[in-house]
């Protein structure tokens, strides 16, 4: 959308196979004016060394955590750094695929939403470890039991927002807990979340995915704490 900017914002930990990758693909991403910010978490397998090397030119910001705290820790410091109309959530590994922004953004940028989530769940068939799908689905539909959306992928990276929606959240959760907790804390301020088909490449626990069981266990309890 002419005169509107989109802010992408990228946590990073441990990413060195993937973080030029995926940086390339979001550069070259279908948007005209977008701003790329890059949080790392500390990371330690070379990827903060990758970064100062090869993505400073690349990127508009690149923040470098003093310690590791978890993505939403990253997420909460990319947020406040965005100047976007928009923000979205990209991932650093290579499951989501940039070229599909406009999908994700494009309601908000036209006025017909505040806040999207792709949905790596409709319209196409289902991908990725049977457990973490039927993991996903049953924290979905308890998420949705307390807040009253209609979502079918409450766990999906992309997430977009109107700039001054996300600003506005305080947001508490240092790792995964994020997503319920972001998904509450919209719906308390009476925001119909819209969704949208998106595609999904998923990688396997040996190539690198970081979410895991207590993962899980702390996204029942955010369901619940921050739908309270």
Known sequence: MSGKK???????????????KILKKVKES??????????????NDGTRE?????????ADKIIYQEKNTGK???????????????????????????????????????????VVYGSRF??????????????NKGLTFLSNCRTHQKLTDMETCYKAFKREI???????EQRFGFEPE?????????IRIQEVPISYYPRSN???KKIGFSDGLRALHCIWYYSK
Do not use: H, W
């Open 166 to 172: 996300i600003q506005a959240i305080e947001i508490e």
């Open 122 to 135: 409709l319209k196409q068939k289902a991908k990725g470890y049977l457990l973490n799908r039927l993991a």
């Open 72 to 114: 939403g820790s990253a997420l909460r410091t990319g947020f406040m750094a965005a100047t976007g109309d928009v923000v979205i959530i990209q991932d650093a590994d290579m499951e989501y695929d940039p070229n599909e922004y406009p999908l994700v953004v494009d309601p908000i940028f036209e006025g017909k939403a505040q």
């Open 50 to 58: 990758i970064l100062k090397e090869k993505a400073e030119k690349i």
């Open 206 to 208: 040996e190539e690198g």
């Open 6 to 20: 989109l802010s992408i914002v990228i946590p990073c930990y441990n990413e060195k196979d993937s973080i030029l």
């Open 30 to 43: 279908p948007v005209e004016d977008k701003e790329i910010i890059i949080v790392d978490d500390m990371s």
């Open 182 to 190: 972001i998904t509450a804390k919209i719906s308390k301020m009476g």
